[in-house]
């Protein structure tokens, strides 16, 4: 029998990594976008692809942290939450922009949100897949 406190500090320790990884990969997908951002737009388009990048990483952290809790009572739920959460904040963030600056558009903006956030989901599928490897007594049941 596993110590349920070591369970728990070691899912903790693993949400901790997958929470660095998926921000190391932000910063080294903005790292690549960043010429194409200046070239296309000028400072605007680096710094709006910066916000970009900002509103698709925290959902995806509130996303890494989540899978990691034993909160939901089976993966469709976990899946689903996890969706609407990351759904939710870029959508949310796409129509604050769109309402508060309508003249910003594909080029500044909405193509950098639709690239960082195929990355985060991306990357946050592959957590869940090795979270659901790592432990398949919990597929059994």
Request: with cysteine; charged share 10%; aromatic share 14%.
């Amino acid at each position: 029998m596993s110590n349920p406190k070591s369970a728990q500090e070691g899912s903790a320790s693993l949400g901790l990594r997958a929470a660095m990884v998926l921000t190391l990969a932000v910063i080294a997908g903005w790292a690549v976008c960043f010429w194409p951002a200046r070239m296309l737009r000028g400072t605007d388009g680096v710094i709006w692809m910066s916000v970009a990048a900002f509103c698709c990483l925290i959902p995806g952290w509130i996303v890494v942290f989540l899978s990691r809790l034993a909160i939901f009572p089976n993966e469709l739920v976990a899946f689903l939450a996890s969706t609407f959460v990351r759904m939710g904040c870029v959508a949310g963030a796409a129509l604050v922009v769109k309402f508060n600056w309508p003249t910003v558009g594909l080029a500044e903006f909405f193509g950098w949100l639709i690239g960082f956030y195929l990355l985060t989901l991306f990357l946050e599928a592959r957590f869940l897949s090795k979270k659901k490897s790592q432990h398949p007594e919990q597929q059994a049941s």
